[in-house]
């Protein structure tokens, strides 16, 4: 069963006189447990087509659907739902709330899905340890490095288990050690649990991770190619 | 799936104090809002108090008794027998604590160099005693000994414009029941003082028996005034008296008696209300503002926390919850400035300078400021009702926010 079904997706951006596109006629179809890669210069539609995806953003045409639902023709509430059980989010900038330590950044969102305090403080004590944070829990974002808050932001998409984890350049600000031990978690979530990834980046090394690559430009897909997993 | 409440907590109060002079200005202002809407109805409330206080004692009774055309004639004409058994029965029963009977007619009083308009009082001096007349309130010279003392008691004020002095004689002048002058010499026994300038230039006290015996009319009285247990609900005693007396007769309360007094106390509340409403108007445009400019500087943040799965819902109840924060403090501070000012107000406030303006109102120069529990919760539960809902408006801004659109500003 296709876990992600994107048809004929359509989004445009007004620009001054010009219409800049962001997904231009985008269909694909994603399986379930797939470990796919985005590619593609700035501006290609990338992080475009996963926000359309995490239904953070609308659709000028096009539908998409996750397990069967139409996430295009969610409401607000089963929309904020659908990214809570189901979908974990990686962002580009890492996106962390100031006001929480890098521990309670990871609990939110099992603080809103309504876990036990003593099953979140278990279960983000060890993903902060496996993400090499360990001893940094209770720093604010502030008192962390780009690297650090990243991980934090990476620890918080996966510490819930999502079924679906969309990441936009989700090693942008690691090194080649803490990239590889990202990556390894990823695939392991992956191959044990199911995990679908889909990864937005420009990093090649990161590429080398995936089953399958999409290359992107001009809010088209202009390849889609399965590769050789590392 | 709504965020737990302790969590919604601990975000709400740590974004508090991520601007932390803002948040103190604004407290400040709370404060500040919440104090003046209680010390001033607390003010508010002890002038409205004094001027009842001051209307019962001046009538004197939380009821009185008069034959029916009395108000509109104040004359001899219209006294009335002395209380009968029935009526004796109510009036020392339960719900009376004290009565007297007194004879109440226009007068006019007469020294060697002045003369003027009075109300002439005969009355039972123990009686007046027990309706709250204060034997300290005597500056000069004595009250009344009794019933048929022939000594009168004058206002302070009233002994000025005549010219007079304790010890010298007056002449009091009235009419009889045929009409006829009638008219007695009494020598000054006592001067005294009255919160209002006019009872002390417009109330003579003489003894009852005396009076009666100069006007003619036997043991005839103009008025019985009684008081109740409780000032605030005098109709059963009103109701008890009514069902003993003949028809020709008025039992009115205070309230009736005194319709200005009785219409202060009914707007009162309604003031009290509108006085709060309006300080709480002033308060909401900076509550409103720093709100919305908590939202402005997370808008960011709130598109984050959408995109992780929190509901719309959810981001109105986190400001609505910093907002209930931001007024719990403020009222908590504000409370204890407004108690701390009252308490060491409570032997009154001097305000002699206005006495004229106060007089005019009915109320002393003295003001007791009253800080009623009920006036205290009226003004917290205005400033959090009123607080929170204007903090919708911010909030519905907040939860508006497309995630994607919200997590690209910078």
Known sequence: MSTISCSDLCKYYQQGDAVIKGLD????????????????????????????????DSLDSGEISIDGERVDLLGKAALADLRLYRIGFVFQAYNLIPVLSARENVEFVMQVQGVSAAERKNRSLRILQEVGLEGMEDRRPAQLSGGQQQRVAVARAIVSQPKLVLADEPTANLDSASMEKLMEHFR?????????????????????????????????VTRDELQQIR | ?????????????????????????????????????????????????????????????HLQLHAAAYRDDPSVTHSFPAPDRALLGVLGGE???????RIKVPAMIS???????????????GGELALGFKPEDIVEG?????????????????????????GKRVVLMSQDPDNAIAEGGFRIVGVFKAELGSREEGIVYAGRDVVQAMLGIGTGVSEIAVLGRDYQAPEPLVAAIRAVVPADREVLSWLELDPYLATMMRVMNGFVLVWMVVIFLALSFGLVNTLMMAVFERVREIGLMRALGMRPSAIVYQILVESAMLLALGLLTGNLLAIATVIPLKDGIDVSVVSQGMEMMGASSVLYPVLLWPDLLLANVV??????ITSLLPAWRAAQYRPVEALSRT
């Not at chain 2, 400033?383 to 929170?388: K, Q």
């Open chain 2, 142 to 166: 004595r009250f009344l000994d009794a019933a048929d003392d022939p000594g009168v008691v004058i206002g302070r004020k009233l002994l000025q414009r005549l010219e007079t002095r304790l």
């Open chain 1, 188 to 220: 392991e979530l992956n191959r044990v649990h199911k995990v679908t990834f889909l990864i937005a980046t420009h990093d090649q090394r990161v590429m080398a991770w995936a089953e399958r690559r999409i290359s992107m430009e001009d809010g088209r």
């Open chain 2, 1 to 61: 799936m709504a965020m737990p409440l302790n969590a919604l907590s601990v975000l709400a109060w740590r974004n508090l104090w991520r601007n932390y002079r803002r948040t103190l200005i604004m407290l400040l202002a709370i404060a500040l809002g919440a104090w003046a809407m209680i010390f001033m109805t607390a003010l508010l409330r002890g002038m409205v108090d004094d001027m009842v206080r001051q209307g019962i004692a001046a009538l004197p009774g």
């Open chain 2, 111 to 125: 020294s060697e160099y002045e003369n003027r308009g009075v109300t002439l009082l005969g009355v039972d001096p």
């Open chain 1, 25 to 56: 006629h985008v269909s694909l179809e994603i399986e379930q447990g797939s470990f796919i890669c985005l590619s593609g210069p700035s501006g290609s539609g990338k992080t475009t087509l996963l926000n359309a995806i995490g239904g953070l």
């Open chain 2, 383 to 388: 400033v959090i009702v009123l607080g929170m």
């Open chain 2, 95 to 101: 719900q009376a604590t004290a009565w007297t009977s």
